[in-house]
């Protein structure tokens, strides 16, 4: 006896590929970045203080003038004093505040371990770090403006005593703005540089202010020729070297270096970092 075998279709509707994760663009991973770092209340406290601390010292260096147009001693010291470089007196505690900014940009993701979510959504890991750098750099930028603008204004009737008001269609007026901008950006850019090697809020933020501030000042007082030399490439001395390129401004640092050379040093301690960042970002575990 012969029997028909019977087929049963069973529809499961249409048939569709596997779910694949959205992967974000470079726009949309600099604009994750950006909303980041600005829905921070600490990121708003940090830039205050930036913009506070600049002003501050600023007003003081401008009123320093004061005392030294008043003491037999210094006589004729405001006459050889650099306006702008009195207004843009405070940028090396904006280095200290805007590094700190750098460093917990990503070491805070991997504190809260939201780093791994940031790095499943960018497999390729480099472009987290390109972002991160680009929302920085434009943070440090408009807050160095604001600060170096307030404190222009602020130290008008202070410096105008001594007709040291800084010009603003003199070369050497943006020579040390834009420096002390550029020197700004730098020191963000190295202690996120650092923060990326590390993974530490704690490790990153003391090996950048060490170099930035620290060093500096203790191996000033090592009188050997090769750790003055040496001391003369740390980024505070090499960012000097350009701002008071004349020899008659009120920091003498970075003196054994040229203006240029300032310039490509500093640049040397933000890209280093950055790029030693970038490769042990792409190599390891989050």
């Known amino acids: 006896m012969s029997s028909t075998a019977a087929t049963v279709v069973l529809d499961r509707g249409p048939i569709t590929p596997a779910a694949v994760p959205a992967r974000a ?29 600049i002003t501050g010292v600023s007003l003081a260096v401008a009123a320093s003038l004061d005392a030294l147009a008043a003491d037999p001693a210094t006589a004729g010291g405001p006459a050889t004093a650099n306006g702008a470089e009195a207004v843009s007196g405070g ?17 805070g993701e991997y ?5 791994r979510s ?3 959504a960018v497999p390729t890991r480099v472009p987290v770090l390109g972002a991160k750098a680009i929302v920085l750099t434009v943070v440090t930028v408009v807050a160095a403006s604001v600060s170096i603008a307030l404190a222009y204004v602020a130290t008008i009737p202070l410096l105008s005593k001594h007709d040291l008001v800084p010009a603003l ?15 700004l950006v730098a020191a963000a850019l190295f202690a996120l540089g650092v923060g990326t090697l590390l993974r530490s809020s704690a490790a990153a933020i003391t090996v950048a202010l060490t170099v930035l501030l620290l060093l ?42 040229s203006p240029t050379t300032g310039l490509l040093v500093v640049a040397a301690y933000a890209v280093v970092p950055l790029v030693a960042g970038a490769v042990a970002l792409r190599r390891r575990d989050a």
């Open 25 to 53: 663009g470079f726009r949309g991973t600099v604009r994750g970045e950006w909303i980041k770092l600005l829905s921070l209340r600490s990121t708003w406290w940090v830039l205050a203080a930036t913009v506070v601390l």
């Open 216 to 257: 500096p000042g203790v191996l000033s007082f090592i009188n050997l020729d090769w750790v003055q030399r040496i001391v003369d490439y740390l980024p505070l001395p090499a960012s000097g070297a350009f701002l008071g390129g004349d020899g008659d401004s009120l920091s003498s640092a970075g003196s054994g270096l």
């Open 169 to 183: 269609d003199e070369a050497r007026t943006w020579q040390v703005f834009g420096g002390t901008v550029y020197f």
């Open 91 to 107: 940028f090396q505690l904006g280095m200290l505040t805007l590094a700190v900014l750098g460093a917990l940009l990503i070491t």
């Open 111 to 115: 504190t809260t371990g939201m780093i």
């Open 118 to 120: 940031t790095l499943a």
